[in-house]
Structure formats: C-alpha cells, structure tokens
C-alpha cells in the first residue's frame, strides 16, 4: 500500500508497510501513481510499457525509462509496494491487559468553566468531589498489583483541576516514592492543570517531582476567553498567561506542553499556535475540539478544507523559525522515522482499557478519563480490586485490523487507529473511528512528513 501527496510542489510518497516516505519527482510521482492503480504495485515482469507511456505521454520516454528503474529498485530493496507483514501478527498482540499507566482523577471539581469541556465542567455528570488519601493509595496499589513485569508506570493528575486537591497529591506523591523503591518499579509523574492556582510553591513542588507538566490554554486572549472562563463567567487568559509563562521557563522551556483546543469559532488556529509561540513557549499542542453535533463549535466536514490549509500555513511557518530564536515544537508535527513506537503501539495505540485506565475520586476504574461518567463501561473498583478483565480484552483485541476502515487506511501506522472515547462518541463502537477526526490526523501526518522531508534536503 502506498499513498501520495504534495505540498508546495513537494511530491511525496509514503510506503505504508515499510514506513519508507520518498520525495519524488513529477515523472516518478504520475508512474507510482499509475502502476499502484493499475497493477497494485510493479508490474509483471515482461510488462510491455505503451501504456505506461500512454498514460504518462506529457513526459519524454527516456524519463519514464529512468524512473520506472528507480522505482524497480525501490521495490526490490522493499521499501516501495512492500507486503504487509503485520495483519498476522495483529491477532496476537495484548492477549493479556496489564496495567502501566493511570489517570488519576484527583479532582471532579473545577474552578473554570470551559464551554467545550467534556467533563461536564469538572464533575463528569455526577458529584463534585475529591479524591481522598484512602482511595488515591488504593489506585497506587491497584497498578502496582495489575501491572505484571512491566518495571516502568505513569500516573497522571488528572481532574477537573488538580490543584483544588493539593494536599492529597502531595501526600500521594511522597507514598508513590515510597512504594516504587519496595516494590522495584519506577513512576513517572504528570500533572496537568489550567494554571489559575499554580503559584510559586505548587510550581516548586510540580518541578521537583512531575516529569512532565500539562498547561491549558487555547492562545489568542479573545479565543481564549470566550471558551475558557473562570467558575465566576470571567476570561481566563490574563490570570493564567504569566503563570503558565512562568511555569515554562522554569522548566527550562521543555518536559512541559501548553495544550489548547480550537472549535468552529477559531477555525484559523494557526494564529493560536503562532500565538503562544510568540508569548515564548516551546512545547505546543493545539487540537480540534470533539463535542457533539448539534453543539455549535464542533468541527464540520465543510470545515475541512480549510482546517487543512491552516494545518499546511503552520508547517511553513514551523519550517521558517527552526534554527531561530522563535522555534517551537508543535506536537503533532513530531513523527519519528527512524526510532518510533514499536510494531505494537503502531497497531493498537494509547493503550486505554487494557494498559491505561481512568481512576475517578470514588474508586471506580474506567478504560480512560474519556469514558468516565458512562456507567457501562466500569471496569471494577480500587476498593475491592475488582476488574472485568473479559471488558479489557475486547479493549485489548481492538488494533487497526479488526477496525475495517482501518486496515485499508494509508495512516493506520502512524493514528494506530484512533480514539476508543471518539469512536464511541460518534459510532457507538470503538472499532469504528471518528471520520472528521481520521481526516484531520491524516493531514497532520501529512504535514509531519512534508517538514521531514524539507528538512532532509536542507
């Protein structure tokens, strides 16, 4: 399988299989074209080429010759028209869930108001409430227990916001450490939080101990504010902007990422990201907002074209401040092509449901925070340390193959399928991926590739 674009006048070819991403020229870009259509892939031997130069025509002979040579190469080195040598191995990946990874919702409260929240403002449709030092340390022990072999795990402080339950994090942190050294295992600590009540003493103790830290904010102060207001309907932004500045440099600009979500309202989020870049921080991810509908921000198909460009207008600009002081990260322009996720993730994803769970303040267990609030899809419970381990397996059985749009999607490697919570949202089924979102994350691996590309030949 393969699949073609450009951007800018760069032409690109992405072998799916082998994860090979060629830049080619305009005569080899219309030949790969036509012999994937044509034959799905190079051709028999002895193949008579009149039709290949019918077809290529605008182009004199003695180049289609040389790239039908090249592309012969590129197919006999298995790094163009390659087998797909994973759909085998798919049905026997993640039989048996362990556990490595928790959100731990330490807060079903919140001092902001967000209009797109899908956590019901903080209280993910119940009561508000905290999570308490008993059922925190049960969580702890939880993964501890149902973590198998596995030496590494990540705990997420999650809410709601975070820093309304302070006490309780700290209490967990200083018992977490404690643990890891008897029971041989390593934590890596997150934290995320809207900033309203990061002051100076929190900040100490996020640094000290979190790896990584979570800061929110959509970017411009107008789009920020009219989404993300505190508990009293006032604009966030100019209460949290010097704070989460702050808290970025005082991480030495890295191990920390400033996520915002852009709607129907800020469809050119490109100024966003350039936004928060140009405020001086390092670390960003801007994503499209997943509401309903009938919600009124939620993205639409007819946005899409212009999502796209936005998405194309940032890679330039990415391209144009490395190498400058102005340079920044933005998250999903970070693809690895040469040490990225191993075959498993590639095939299946985050994890949720069978590697990573949700814990709520009430002890019970859901496959991620996403899904907390839907009461079908409780897994058990901290306090007994049940588990429905036959609900984790089917969440565990789930990868690109069993997900028929999926397994001929040219992007499967690089989404790993997508979001369960989504794809429920809007199918009813985790093996049925949300659309607009598929075509979203397609042309931001497109935009990824371009920029390795670029950067290939500069």
């Not at 397994?407 to 949300?434: E, L, M, T, V």
């Amino acid at each position: 399988m393969i699949h073609t674009f450009s951007i800018n006048g760069r032409n690109i070819v992405v072998d799916v299989n082998s994860g090979a991403v060629h830049t080619v020229d305009g005569v080899a870009m219309a030949l790969i074209s036509f012999l994937d259509k044509k034959f799905g892939g190079l051709p028999p031997e002895g193949i008579l080429f009149d039709e290949i130069f019918d077809t290529l025509s605008e182009y004199p002979k003695e180049e289609v010759l040389q790239a039908y040579d090249e592309v012969s190469t590129l197919y006999k080195a298995g790094i163009l028209y390659s087998k797909d040598e994973y759909a085998d191995l798919a049905a026997e990946i993640r039989k048996e869930p362990f556990i490595k990874a928790l959100c731990l919702h330490i807060s079903h409260d919140c001092n902001m108001r967000c209009g797109y929240c899908f956590a019901g403002t903080g209280n993910f449709t119940g009561e508000r409430c905290m999570m308490s030092e008993e059922t925190g340390k049960k969580a702890v022990e939880f993964v501890i227990k149902n973590s198998g072999g596995r030496r590494n795990i990540e705990i997420d402080f999650f809410g709601g916001e975070p820093l309304m339950n302070f006490e309780v994090i700290k209490t967990l942190t200083e018992y977490i450490r404690k643990r890891e050294k008897e029971c041989g295992k390593t934590f890596r600590l997150t934290l995320t939080t809207n900033g309203v009540l990061l002051d100076e003493d929190k900040l100490r103790f996020i640094n000290e101990n979190m790896s990584n830290l979570v800061l929110s904010i959509d970017g411009r102060k107008a789009v920020n504010d009219r989404m993300r207001k505190t508990d009293k309907g006032a604009g966030s932004y100019d209460v949290i902007m010097p704070r989460l500045r702050r808290a970025a440099d005082s991480r030495n600009q890295d191990n920390y990422y400033v996520r915002g979500t852009f709607t129907r309202h800020n469809l050119d989020f490109s100024e966003d990201v350039l936004h928060l870049a140009d405020e001086g921080f390092k670390q960003i991810s801007v994503e499209p907002v997943v509401g309903g509908a009938n919600s009124g921000y939620s993205i639409r198909r007819e946005d899409l074209p212009f999502v796209f460009n936005q998405y194309e207008i940032l890679a330039d600009e990415y391209l144009k401040r490395l190498g400058t002081d102005k340079w920044f990260n933005f998250f999903h322009f970070m693809t690895d092509l040469t040490q990225g996720p191993c075959v498993i993730k590639r095939m299946s994803g985050c994890g949720a449901g069978c590697e990573y769970v949700a814990i709520t303040p009430e002890g019970d267990i859901y496959p991620c925070h996403q899904f907390v609030g839907n009461r079908d899809f409780v897994l058990g419970s901290v306090h007994d340390g049940s588990c429905d381990k036959s609900k984790m397996r089917e969440f565990a059985a789930a990868n690109v193959y069993t997900k028929p749009k999926c397994r001929d999607c040219w992007a499967k490697f690089y989404c790993s399928g997508g979001c369960h919570a989504n794809a429920y949202q809007f199918g009813g089924d985790i093996n049925i991926p949300y659309e607009i979102g598929c075509e979203m994350e397609k042309k931001r691996v497109e935009c990824s590739l371009y920029i390795k590309a670029i950067q290939a030949f500069s």
